[in-house]
């Protein structure tokens, strides 16, 4: 079973546009990104799924000149995006990761896939019922298949566009799973992901008060460790309202 992680990258955000190639270090968020999920032994494959908007260009050319594959696909069906990554790449099980989280963890994209593997379900995810993580550290694991029936029951512009919640809103129709942060990594109330300006304020003191250029495999937990130690720092960006999933 080939097991991929499909990244969702795109340059037109519109509440931080260019978010992916915003420089950690000496490297754009995407580049750290790349650079962290590559250590997840889980996964056979890594390929970024972008669009076909002329805007995306600058992706496809840093994956290029660092030997990721790419793929361009809808901008707003996102769903068929990821769907028609998958099979471009023959993936028989997906991992889905946001180009807009650079802090993701590959321990916690390893026990996901472990976990999805020892379960019998159709989904799994570490957000789901239940979020306990910090936001940023999100993954999804399930068949390609899944996705693919999925895809065929729904043409409703909010589940195009964030390809899962057609699935987990639907446990009628598919089997369900979910796992928990670590009791010591508990900790909804964080944000580590690339949405706002002061989103990105606040990650770049995190990055360099754990010094993430000497060190780009940190991990979740020194992330966590540095936040509560320097609470002033989660002010930065605890007020960045989190978009409803109907906003897109």
């Given at each position: 079973?080939?097991v991929?992680?499909?990244i969702?990258?795109?340059?037109?955000?519109?509440?931080l546009?260019?978010?992916?190639?915003?420089?950690f270090?000496?490297e754009?968020a995407?580049?750290?990104?790349l650079k962290?999920?590559?250590?997840?032994?889980?996964?056979?494959?890594v390929?970024v799924?972008?669009?076909?908007?002329?805007?995306?260009?600058?992706?496809?050319?840093?994956?290029e000149?660092?030997?990721?594959?790419s793929?361009?696909?809808?901008?707003n069906d996102v769903?068929?995006r990821?769907?028609?990554?998958?099979?471009h790449c023959?993936?028989?099980?997906?991992?889905?990761l946001?180009?807009?989280s650079p802090?993701l963890?590959p321990n916690?994209i390893?026990r996901a896939?472990?976990e999805?593997?020892?379960?019998?379900?159709?989904?799994?995810?570490?957000f789901w019922?239940?979020?306990?993580?910090?936001l940023?550290f999100?993954v999804?694991?399930y068949?390609?298949e899944?996705?693919?029936r999925?895809?065929?029951?729904?043409?409703?512009?909010?589940?195009?566009?964030h390809?899962?919640?057609f699935?987990y809103q639907?446990?009628?129709?598919?089997v369900?799973?979910?796992?928990?942060?670590?009791?010591?990594?508990?900790a909804?109330d964080?944000?580590?992901?690339?949405d706002q300006s002061?989103?990105?304020?606040?990650?770049q003191?995190v990055?360099?008060?754990?010094?993430g250029?000497?060190?780009?495999?940190?991990?979740?937990k020194?992330?966590?460790?540095?936040?509560?130690?320097?609470?002033?720092?989660i002010?930065?960006?605890?007020n960045?309202?989190?978009k409803?999933?109907?906003?897109?």
């Amino acid at each position: 079973m080939k097991v991929a992680g499909i990244i969702e990258a795109r340059m037109g955000s519109s509440r931080l546009p260019g978010k992916v190639m915003l420089p950690f270090g000496e490297e754009p968020a995407l580049g750290l990104l790349l650079k962290r999920v590559s250590c997840a032994d889980k996964l056979d494959e890594v390929i970024v799924a972008t669009t076909e908007e002329k805007g995306d260009l600058p992706i496809i050319r840093f994956c290029e000149k660092i030997g990721v594959k790419s793929f361009r696909g809808s901008e707003n069906d996102v769903m068929k995006r990821v769907l028609d990554t998958a099979r471009h790449c023959e993936a028989d099980l997906i991992c889905e990761l946001m180009g807009d989280s650079p802090f993701l963890d590959p321990n916690e994209i390893n026990r996901a896939i472990t976990e999805y593997q020892a379960r019998d379900c159709d989904y799994l995810s570490n957000f789901w019922p239940e979020n306990t993580y910090p936001l940023g550290f999100a993954v999804q694991v399930y068949r390609t298949e899944v996705l693919s029936r999925a895809e065929k029951m729904t043409q409703d512009p909010v589940d195009r566009s964030h390809v899962t919640t057609f699935i987990y809103q639907n446990p009628d129709l598919f089997v369900l799973e979910g796992i928990k942060a670590p009791s010591e990594c508990h900790a909804p109330d964080l944000r580590m992901a690339l949405d706002q300006s002061e989103d990105y304020e606040a990650m770049q003191e995190v990055f360099e008060g754990i010094k993430g250029s000497e060190n780009p495999f940190f991990s979740m937990k020194d992330c966590i460790r540095f936040l509560r130690n320097n609470p002033r720092v989660i002010k930065i960006n605890q007020n960045v309202r989190v978009k409803k999933i109907e906003e897109g």
